[in-house]
C-alpha cells in the first residue's frame, strides 16, 4: 500500500507514474478529495478518462478496486446487500425439523451476516488489509433518480443501514470516484457532498504527451499529425467530437498500418475509429479532411 | 493578498482567510451558485489542507470545492478574478463611490461578468440613484446587439380571458402517461417472487405457510420535452401555450421546455418558479427573439447538438409546437426533424394551423418536417389543448411508426 500524496505536485507525479498525465486541476481535486476524504464527482464528454481515473488511483496507490456499474433499474438488492433466501430457507426448515422454532430467535438467527451477500456499496465499506478500498460508481446518470437517493447516506457518512441488522460503518472511508456522461443532471443534493471536476479535452500539448506515452514506438511527427487533426476535429461542427480515448485507438491503428505521417486516402479510410456518426464521418470524407490536413501542415512548418 | 501569502497557519491568518472566504462565498451565492455554510467550511479546511502556494492553486482549491456545476465554471472564474485581484478590488469599489473618477483602461467584456459585478457590488450599488442605474440598464440594452431584440409585452392580453384560460388549463387533467421501467416494485400480478418479502411473511407463521409475494415492473412518468416556437406568426398562440407549460412543469417532474426563434433559448429553471405571472415574465426576459424570425432547422439543430443527450433519455416524449413556416427549407429541417425523431421516444407536433379545415400542408417546411412525427395534432384552443392532455396520457407503446402525413391527408 502507497501513502496517499502529501502535495497537489506529490498527486501529478503519482498519475503520472501510471501514464495518467493530468493538468493541475484534477490533480488539485483528486489531492483534496483524497486529503479530505471526500468523493469525487467527474463529469465530461464520453472517452476524456473518467473512468481511468479510478483504475490508476487503485493500481498506484495499491487499493482494492470495487466498481459499479450503473444502469435502469439498479436497486439496493444489487448495489448494497442482498439476503441469501435459499440458505435462510433451508435453516428455517432445520429448525422446524429440530422441532424449536423460537420465532424470535429464528428472525435473529437468518438475519445475520452470515445469510448476507454483500453488494459493491457494502463491499467497499469493509477493512482491507491493503487500506480503505477505491469505490467507483460509473456512469451515475444510467440509473433513475431513485437509486441516487441511496448512496446519498454512503456517500455523507460512509455507512449503510441493513434493517434487520443495523449500521455498518466503514472503518476507513473508502476512496469514491462517481462519473457521469451527463445524459441527465444528477441532483444537487448528491452534488453537494463531493468534489465536482468537469473533465474537459485535453490541450494539444499535453494531449500529445498522452499519446507518447501511451502508443510507444510512434512516430514524433505522426503523433503530432494525430493529435493537430484530432484537435482540429474538435473545432468542426461535429455531432460528437472524438474524444482521448478515440485518438489513441486512432494512433494506435495508423501504427499498426506502419503510417508515418497522416495522408488523405489512410485519414478517410480509418475515420471510423476517430467518428461514430455516419453524418460526421460523411462530412469529414473527401475533401474537408485533405483540406484540414494541408492546414496543419501549414501550421506545423510555420510553427518549425 | 491572501492568494500570495504563504501558508502560516497562526490563528490571526486563519481567521482572516476564513473571512475572506466568506465574502467571497458570500459574493457567489449573490450571482447565483449554491453556495451553503457547508461548502465554506470545506473551502477552508481545503485551503489549509493544501497549503497557499500559488494563485492558480487557490483558484483550482477553491474551484474543487464550491463549483458542483460545468455552467458555474463561469460565474466562478469572473467572481474569482475580480474578488483577488491585488489592489483592483479596492479600486472598484473606489471608483464605484465615485463615478466620475478616472478608471483604468476599459476591459472587453467577458461572459457572466455583468452577474458577478453586480453580486459583489449589490451593497455599493444599492447606495446609488436608483434613476441612474435604470437609465444604465436601459443603455446596455440598446447597444447590445444588431439583431431585432424584441420583448413581448405580455400585458397585451385582456385579463379577463387570460384568467379565463388559465383556470381551464389549471382544471386539465395533466398527462399522466407512463413508461415501464426495469426497477421492481411490489405487484400481487407479478411474474418475480420477491423473496425478500415472501421470506418475511413465512417467518409470522415460523416457517409452516409460505405466502409468495412477487414483483412487477414499475411505471413512471417519462421526460416531457416541449420545443415552443415563439417567431412572429405564431404571436398569439405562445403565450398561452406558456401557461399550458407552466402547468405541466408545476405538475410533473422532468419537463424540459425550450423556445425558439431564430435561436434556442432553454426556459426550463424559469418556468419552475410558482407564479406563473413571474414565470412568463421570466420567460420572456430570457428570451432575445421573441417574435422575430422563424429558423426551425438552425433551432433544431442547436437543440440536437447540445441538449438531446442531457434531456431525451429514459424514453422521452418531445412536444414540438410551431407552424412549420419555414422559410429557407432546406435537406438540412429533414435532417435534424429526423435526427430528433430517432433520439426521442414519441415525436409529437402540435400546429395551430390546423384549425383551419382543409389545411393541407402545403408550406415546404411542413412538407419536409412531416414525415419525421409520430403524430401530428391541432393545438388553437383550449378543447384542442384537452385533447392533447387526453392523448398523452394514453397508455400503449406510444412509439408509433412513423408517417402522420398519411392521417392527415386522409383527415
Known sequence: MTKLPTSIDATQDLLAKADYLADRSLATVLFLALRMGRPIFLEGEAGVGKTEIAKVLSATLGRKLIRLQCYEGLDVGSAVYEWNYAAQMIAIRLAEAE?????????????????????????????????????????????????????????????????????????????????????????????????????????????????????????????????????ALRREDLFKAPGVAETLDWAGALTELDAVALDPATVSDTLGVLLKYQDDIARLQGSRASELIARLRADMTAAE | MTSDSRSETNDKDTGRLADNIVYFARALRRAGLPVGPGAVIDAVEALSAAGVGTRDDVYWILHAVLVKRREHAAVFDQA????????????????LMMPQAPGGPPEPPRPAAARVND???????????????????????????????????????????????????????????????????P??????IDMRRTLRASLASGGDLIDLKTLGPGERMPPLVALLDVSGSMGEYTRLFLHFLHAVTDARKRVHSFLFGTRLTNVSRALRTKDPDAALAACSAAVPDWSGGTRIATSLAAFNKQWARRVLGQGAVVLLITDGLERDTDARLAFEMDRLHRSCRR?????????????????????????????????????????????????????????????????
Open chain 2, 347 to 411: 415525436l409529437v407536433w402540435l400546429n395551430p394551423l390546423l384549425r383551419f379545415d382543409g389545411f393541407e400542408p402545403k408550406a415546404r417546411g411542413v412538407r419536409a418536417m412531416l414525415p419525421h412525427v409520430d403524430e401530428f395534432r391541432p393545438i388553437h384552443n383550449l378543447d384542442s389543448m384537452a385533447a392533447l392532455v387526453r392523448a398523452l396520457s394514453e397508455h400503449g407503446d406510444t412509439r408509433r411508426p412513423g408517417d402522420a402525413r398519411r392521417r392527415v391527408l386522409a383527415a
Open chain 2, 119 to 185: 453580486a459583489l457590488f449589490e451593497g455599493v450599488k444599492d447606495r446609488l440613484k436608483r434613476e441612474e442605474r435604470e437609465t444604465e440598464i436601459v443603455a446596455k440594452l440598446t447597444a447590445s446587439d444588431a439583431e431585432l431584440l424584441q420583448k413581448k409585452d405580455f400585458a397585451q392580453m385582456s385579463a379577463a380571458e387570460i384568467e379565463a384560460a388559465r383556470a381551464a388549463i389549471r382544471r386539465m387533467v395533466l398527462p399522466l402517461d407512463t413508461v415501464r421501467t426495469r426497477r421492481l416494485v
Open chain 2, 80 to 95: 474569482f478574478r475580480i474578488f483577488f485581484r491585488r489592489r483592483g478590488y479596492l479600486d472598484q469599489l473606489m471608483s
Open chain 2, 187 to 192: 405487484d400481487r400480478r407479478g411474474r418475480r
Open chain 1, 99 to 231: 422441532g424449536t422454532v423460537d420465532r424470535a430467535r429464528l428472525t435473529h438467527d437468518i438475519f445475520s451476516e452470515e445469510f448476507l451477500i454483500k453488494r459493491p456499496l457494502l463491499q467497499a465499506l469493509e477493512p482491507d488489509t491493503g487500506g480503505a478500498p477505491v469505490l467507483l460508481i460509473d456512469e451515475l446518470d444510467r440509473t433513475d433518480e431513485a437509486f441516487e437517493a441511496f448512496l446519498l447516506e454512503v456517500l455523507a457518512d460512509f455507512q449503510v443501514t441493513v434493517p434487520e441488522m443495523g449500521t455498518v460503518k466503514a472503518a476507513q472511508p473508502p476512496i469514491v470516484v462517481i462519473t457521469s456522461n451527463r445524459t441527465r443532471e444528477i441532483h444537487d443534493a448528491l452534488k453537494r457532498r463531493c468534489l465536482y471536476h468537469w473533465v474537459d479535452y485535453p490541450s494539444a500539448e499535453r494531449e500529445t504527451a498522452i499519446v507518447r506515452t501511451k502508443v510507444p514506438g510512434i512516430a514524433a511527427r505522426l503523433s503530432e499529425e494525430i493529435v493537430r487533426f484530432v484537435q
